[in-house]
């Protein structure tokens, strides 16, 4: 069944129609969430309620932009709401104080492409920092656009599109995140 029927079938009242919709989005559902988030509970109560959203609203899906546009758009105003009533993210300090002194939990990750250098380990965890340093900085709707378009390999057209804006607007944001970024990267270059 393609889409559309499945669409017009979970209209209908079909439970399996809405579970197969539901199992053709769930993980890049959640891979967004988790993209946006960056908290494995937070981003679970988004795709959850993303789709208790799209169940008791699926009748009033009219056709006139694409279902992953519809959902997307969902998911991507659910993980704003959720940005904007934490302000402080409630992510674990990468930093922590030890017996040992201050560590840096980014630096324990193991890179085994930076194994074998040293100084490529160190640029890179200092990179890794500034990178998340920079998107903490962003506002809520420059992270998401830039985070949909790098991360997520979106273009801006269904970023727009998602964020019920158009693609001009999404363009413009984008490059205020991305002027930032470079500015605040520029060490690094």
Not at 31 to 46: F, G, H, K, Y
Not at 120 to 129: A, C, I
Request: hydrophobic share 40%; net charge positive; with cysteine.
């Amino acid at each position: 069944m393609d889409e559309t029927a499945l669409i017009k079938a979970a209209q209908a009242g079909d439970q399996d129609a809405f579970g197969q919709l539901v199992r053709a989005y769930d993980q890049s559902v959640l891979r967004l969430a988790m993209n946006l988030l960056r908290s494995p509970e937070d981003a679970q109560d988004v795709y959850q309620e993303a789709f208790l959203r799209v169940y008791r609203n699926l009748n009033n899906f009219r056709f006139d932009c694409s279902f992953h546009t519809w959902l997307y758009r969902i998911v991507t105003n659910l993980c704003l709401d959720q940005m904007r009533k934490r302000k402080v993210r409630r992510e674990e300090p990468t930093v922590i104080s030890t017996s040992e002194g201050l560590l840096d939990r980014a630096d324990s990750i193991a890179e085994p492409r930076a194994d074998g250098d040293p100084q490529r380990s160190l640029f890179s965890g200092q990179l890794r920092r500034k990178i998340k340093e920079v998107l903490n900085g962003l506002t809520p709707r420059e992270r998401m656009v830039f985070e949909m378009r790098h991360y997520q390999g979106l273009r801006l057209r269904n970023i727009g599109e998602i964020l019920g804006t158009s693609e001009e607007a999404a363009k413009n944001c984008l490059f205020r995140a991305n002027q930032k970024m470079r500015a605040a990267l520029g060490e690094f270059v």
